[in-house]
């Protein structure tokens, strides 16, 4: 299965560290971001890429290349401005191509298990869902959260908890999208929560999104705490 990283924000309140600097390529615990995605879901077998970018998007590819360096193939979607979720998706959709994908958003830090997503992407697909969504607890900066989860079913109802940027996504979601216009992705998901037809899981393990630069530094300093401790 293919996996689309987002990497296309501007990364205003990451300012100034991303006047220079797209945000997925800003270090945490001695690497990039984007890295710590690409690595865990080389991991889990899933190597195929998709990397959208905008701001400063040359960077990505220059630090990125094909992916060789991985053990993955990449290849990228150049917004030129950027085109927000739901509008990115669908001008990289010639590259996604006809079966369920994964989207990763690369500005935040999971240690999600990715080898779950395969069967759950069979699933989605042996459906009539149109996705499916991972939801984290709600972070000091989200306390109202995003969506409500009934079993395996995303609901608009309390308690709400907030959407990961983790998704599995059939590819019909993002087709009435005119290629090349700004479309956001929570309108998409609210109609389809309506008519029932999204799934979703809670992590309950470690997630940040990396949206300011005091957050940065705090998971930057919890990752190389915990690497020292590995290492003594």
């Known amino acids: 299965m293919r996996a689309m990283i987002l990497a296309a924000g501007r990364g205003e309140r990451m300012r100034p560290l991303t006047d220079h600097t797209p945000k997925p390529l800003l270090q945490v615990g001695g690497k990039p971001l984007i890295v710590w995605h690409i690595e865990r879901l080389v991991r889990a077998g899933i190597t195929d890429f998709v990397i959208n970018h905008a701001h400063l998007g040359i960077q990505i590819e220059q630090a990125l290349g094909d992916g060789s360096q991985f053990g993955a193939t990449i290849r990228y979607s150049d917004e030129g401005s950027a085109l927000e979720t739901a509008g990115g998706i669908a001008f990289a959709a010639h590259l996604l191509g006809d079966e369920v994908f994964a989207v990763v958003n690369g500005d935040v830090y999971c240690d999600f298990d990715f080898t779950h997503l395969p069967s759950h992407a069979a699933a989605l ?77 809670h992590h309950r393990g470690m997630w940040v999104d990396v949206g300011t630069p005091q957050r940065l530094d705090e998971l930057d300093k919890l990752l190389r705490a915990s690497q020292n401790a590995a290492h003594d």
Request: proline content about 8%; hydrophobic content about 40%; glycine content about 10%.
């Open 125 to 201: 697909a042996n459906s009539d869902d149109m996705a499916h969504l991972v939801l984290v607890d709600n972070p000091e900066h989200n306390l109202k959260g995003d969506f409500g989860l009934q079993g395996a079913r995303i609901t608009d109802l309390p308690p709400k908890h907030t959407f990961s940027g983790i998704g599995l996504y059939k590819p019909q979601l993002f087709a009435h999208i005119e290629r090349g216009t700004k479309a956001p992705l929570a309108p998409l998901l609210r109609e389809q929560i309506a008519a029932g037809k999204i799934s979703g899981e």
